[in-house]
């Protein structure tokens, strides 16, 4: 029995203290793990400005479930142009709970999305305020994301799931709420600057869709950018393809709804598997860096387009690096790609999983692997880019 040196007395807890530890020179029998490094000193300014922005985003987060039922009540719409409102009165208004409703309105108001006068007990909805989570119509409306945030929250034991695996997650394997949101979300954009900026930016083809085109839809959805322009396009026929046989069915019905099905025909196809019909127009909307083979979808359209034709590519607004991406909408991109969009890619053939910040440099060679000869940045807005390929 080898005999303790005097300087290894026992710990408070009975452990045995290493000499190293307390005695520079020590050298006792070496121990099978390397200790683990100290810990570095934690600067408090430092740490109390990122407790602050935790906080802050913890408060999004937790107010995120009250945002979607302010939605789907109608609670927002309620309060658009009412002026000044107690929870009882919006409670009638809605249908609601009186109590439940006053505690939802003192939420929205501590986190700054309506106005609250103590003087009065009253709570205001602003008009900068109700364009984004009352008027569908604006363009600035965003309460169609939080139906995206909700399948994300749903669905992320089969994302969990799939960082252990490296398998992929279908689009179509997420809950019913990530289309609707999508639609809704992406619709915006589309409805604002589709007909007046991004086909106006295309060399010729808004001349061609007023004298009667042939354009493709692919990844159409729940087909809003096809019914879109098929009301600002009476001449011209469009056709909407979707993998996704539920959103074909959305979109079949949308059309009918909107007055435009007999200039619509939507069917069941993947990127690499729609008819090819000399199309003078193609579009791809926020969804080529969802495929799995974006170069096999590359080639298809340029296989599937007229001679003169154009292919339109709408994608995420991001920089080439990940640095230009650390903003705001890089970082809801970079969650919905990590959530949604490299899943659906890694479940399908290839499996390239470019994401939702590819970046247009990243996105152009993979166009022109696809056989184009010309591609060119369009048009951009804070949310999207327009890339335009040419044979």
């Known amino acids: 029995m080898q005999p303790q040196t005097p300087s290894s007395s026992p710990a408070p807890n009975g452990a045995m203290l290493n000499p190293a530890a307390i005695m520079p020179g020590a050298n006792p029998a070496a121990p099978t793990e390397a200790a683990p490094p100290a810990a570095a000193p934690l600067d408090g300014d430092r740490l109390n400005a990122f407790v602050g922005k935790m906080l802050g985003d913890m408060g999004a987060v937790f107010s995120g479930a009250l945002v979607l039922m302010g939605d789907k009540l109608g609670l927002y719409k309620a309060m658009a142009n009412a002026g000044p409102i107690g929870p009882q009165q919006l409670a009638l208004r809605t249908q609601t709970d009186e109590r439940y409703v006053r505690e939802w309105l003192s939420a929205m108001a501590a986190s700054g999305y309506m106005n609250y006068d103590p003087k009065t007990e009253r709570y205001t909805l602003s008009p900068e305020q109700a364009a984004v989570l009352a008027d569908e119509n604006s363009p600035a409306f965003m309460a169609g994301a939080f139906d995206i945030a909700s399948a994300m929250y749903r669905d992320e034991p089969k994302i969990t799931a799939a960082f252990k695996s490296g398998r992929g997650v279908g689009w179509h394997d997420h809950s019913q709420c990530l289309f609707r949101g999508t639609e809704r979300f992406f619709k915006t954009s589309y409805r604002h600057h589709l007909v007046d900026e991004w086909l106006p930016a295309l060399e010729g083809v808004v001349e061609k869709l007023r004298r009667g085109a042939r354009v ?39 059309a009918m709804e909107a007055g435009v099905a007999g200039q619509c025909e939507f069917a069941v196809a993947d990127a690499r598997s729609y008819p090819a019909m000399n199309y003078d127009l193609i579009t791809f909307f926020d969804c080529l860096h969802d495929m799995g083979d ?12 007229a001679a003169d034709g154009t292919w339109m590519i709408v994608e995420p607004m991001a920089g080439d690096k990940v640095e230009d991406n650390l903003n705001p909408v890089g970082r809801i991109y970079y969650a919905a790609s990590t959530m949604l969009c490299t899943p659906a890619s890694k479940s399908q053939d290839v499996g390239l999983a470019l994401g939702a910040q590819a970046g247009e440099r990243r996105l152009a060679e993979v166009i022109r692997s696809g056989g184009f000869g010309r591609v060119r940045a369009a048009a951009t807005t804070p949310f999207n880019m327009v890339l335009e390929a040419r044979p």
């Open 294 to 305: 974006p170069v096999g979808a590359a080639r298809h359209a340029r296989s599937s387009m």
């Open 216 to 254: 493709a839809d692919v990844g159409c959805g729940h087909g809003a950018s096809t019914i879109i322009m098929a009301q600002a396009f009476p001449n011209s026929r469009f056709f909407g393809f979707d993998y996704h046989d539920g959103s074909i069915e959305q979109a079949r019905a949308a």
